[in-house]
């Protein structure tokens, strides 16, 4: 099973300030994958990566920007963090395939923005 | 388009009964793969069950689901619920290497 790391685990932000959240991922998987999930909401994708140097828009990438600068590790970036920012953040990997693309999850993080 | 619906937001259920959460998909694909990820009070979601296989029954953990294509459905069951089953539940298909998520269910037992 994929082990996939985040950090940090808590996080408190200034509104307007810069938020950098980090995820690796040591089996070596080729896709990555950021969530945020919020109650009444459930999972939904922020951005996402094919490997590395690769990185693309989600459903919801407005405010975020994402980056892969290597196969293990995968960052999230608030360049301007809005109290409406405020929730918890997954991030995932999988190995890719035409079917059964299992996503393995890191333990998240959560984000308040004041 | 391509989606998953789980109906329920809320399933309470008396421990020692059984447990029936329901998802239902639209999809434009021939080959598709349907998950059941379970996530725990304060832990991250992980995967419960997998099947890419027509009628084929899956099980892990005393859960166990179905895929039928004919219904469009992979409902999540288990015959005697227990209070460690409380959670929420998410069923997902992939979609071109991604998962494409239901909204979840939370599954309260009471004693």
């Known amino acids: 099973e994929a082990a996939v790391t985040q950090s940090p685990r808590n996080k408190v932000a200034v509104t307007g300030g810069k938020v950098t959240l980090s995820c690796n991922q040591t089996?070596?998987?080729?896709?990555m994958y950021w969530y945020r999930q919020d109650t009444g909401h459930g999972l939904r994708l922020i951005h996402y990566?094919?490997?590395?140097?690769?990185?693309e828009k989600g459903d919801i990438p407005d405010g975020y920007k994402a980056s892969r600068p290597s196969q293990e590790n995968f960052s999230l970036i608030l360049e301007l963090a809005t109290p409406s920012q405020t929730s918890v953040y997954f991030c995932?990997?999988?190995?890719?395939?035409?079917?059964?693309?299992?996503?393995?999850f890191g333990p998240g993080t959560r984000l308040l923005v004041l | 388009g391509d989606s998953v619906t789980q109906t329920e937001g809320l399933v309470t259920v008396t421990e020692g009964l059984p447990v029936k959460l329901n998802c239902t998909y639209q999809?434009?694909?021939?080959?598709?793969?349907f998950f059941w990820y379970v996530q725990y009070l304060n832990e991250a979601p992980q995967v419960l069950l997998k099947?890419?296989?027509d009628n084929k029954r899956t099980e892990h953990q005393g859960f166990h689901a179905t895929l039928h294509k004919s219904s469009s459905s992979f409902h999540l069951q288990k015959s005697s619920a227990q209070l460690s089953d409380s959670a929420l539940y998410y069923c997902?298909?992939?979609?071109?290497?991604?998962?494409?998520w239901g909204s979840g269910t939370k599954l309260i037992i009471k004693p």
């Open positions: 997902a298909r992939d979609s071109n290497y991604q998962l494409i």
């Open positions: 999809t434009t694909y021939l080959t598709i793969a």
């Open positions: 099947s890419s296989t």
């Open positions: 089996n070596n998987h080729n896709n």
């Open positions: 990566s094919y490997g590395a140097g690769s990185t």
């Open positions: 995932a990997s999988g190995a890719g395939g035409e079917d059964q693309d299992t996503q393995y």
